[in-house]
């Protein structure tokens, strides 16, 4: 069965320093991962996805995440923290009936 | 751009009572989708449908849920007897496709239930 874990319920950086929101998957087979991101009062936005191919993914909002088959992690980076990242982000694997399997989320701060 | 709402944004109701909640998925998407958060615990897979059908549902998804296509636009969630544990966001979602290119899922901005 597919399932991924989040490391660190809460992180906090200062704005322009580095962002990464740790994610680890379990999955019997190849993995289709997704990370996604929770504004307040507002719905799941697809920051980005991996299916095959290029293990290195760029997203909206200048995230990125890397697919490291040998540590089984997705974790997300973006090189200077905006104010505007300030959310909570879920990380998700593809399960077999089509369903997405979330992480129990990060809840990003940013501090100026 | 094409989004997915929700009705309404926080539901209020008695232990035993009904209540339907409602979507509208994107318009040219086929496949709709329900998942729920309690609070502090993770998303939960409910149910999938297609084709005015459920495609997969989860242990979750028991006989007090049920899920309708009443029309082009909308898609409901009914819940027939509500219990305390029932409170909880619910979001839905929809895809244009299963798998491949276009199978993201589009999620909304959920209706948060209260079960008193």
């Known amino acids: 069965a597919q399932s991924v874990t989040q490391l660190g319920s809460h992180v906090s950086v200062s704005e322009g320093a580095l962002v990464l929101l740790r994610c680890n998957y379990s999955?019997?087979?190849?993995?289709?991962l997704f990370w996604y991101v929770q504004y307040p009062n507002q719905g799941l936005q697809l920051l980005l996805k991996?299916?095959?191919?290029?293990?290195l993914v760029k997203g909206i909002n200048g995230f990125e995440a890397e697919f490291k088959k040998s540590e089984t992690s997705f974790h997300l980076t973006k090189p200077s923290a905006h104010m505007s990242d300030a959310a909570e982000y879920f990380c998700a694997v593809r399960g077999n009936n089509n369903d997405m399997r979330f992480g129990a989320g990060t809840r990003l701060t940013v501090k100026p | 751009e094409p989004e997915v709402t929700q009705t309404p944004s926080h539901q209020v109701t008695q232990m035993g009572q009904e209540v339907i909640l409602r979507c509208v998925p994107i318009?040219?998407?086929?496949?709709f989708y329900w998942y729920r958060q309690i609070l502090g615990q993770k998303v939960e897979f409910l149910v999938s449908f297609y084709n005015n059908e459920i495609s997969e549902k989860s242990e979750i998804f028991d006989d007090q849920f049920s899920v309708e296509r009443p029309d082009g636009s909308n898609f409901t969630l009914k819940i027939r007897s509500t219990k305390l544990e029932d409170s909880a966001m619910y979001f839905c979602a929809s895809s244009e496709a299963r798998r491949g290119l276009k199978d993201e899922q589009y999620f909304g901005p959920g209706t948060r239930l209260t079960v008193t």
């Open positions: 991996y299916t095959t191919g290029a293990t």
């Open positions: 318009s040219n998407h086929l496949y």
């Open positions: 999955s019997s087979v190849p993995p289709y």
